[in-house]
């Protein structure tokens, strides 16, 4: 009466659509991340002095 009449085809398409569209979102949103931490790697470092430079660079080769 009145009410929207959902055939089960079409509910089954709504959750399946709503499921892709969180992990394509969730995808994305880690690239993003990945590429913000990287950038504030890059800053952080180059703010660094030759001595703090190199001592890093001592500890990421062994």
Do not use: N, P, Y
Not at 14 to 39: M, P
Not at 50 to 62: H, K, L, P, V, W
Request: hydrophobic share 35%.
């Amino acid at each position: 009466m009145g009410g929207l009449d959902i055939s089960t085809i079409g509910f089954v398409i709504a959750i399946v659509t709503g499921i892709g569209s969180f992990l394509v979102g969730r995808h994305f949103r880690g690239k993003r991340a990945e590429k913000k931490r990287a950038k504030e790697r890059v800053a952080a470092q180059a703010l660094e002095t030759r001595q703090q430079r190199r001592a890093r660079e001592r500890r990421e080769r062994g």
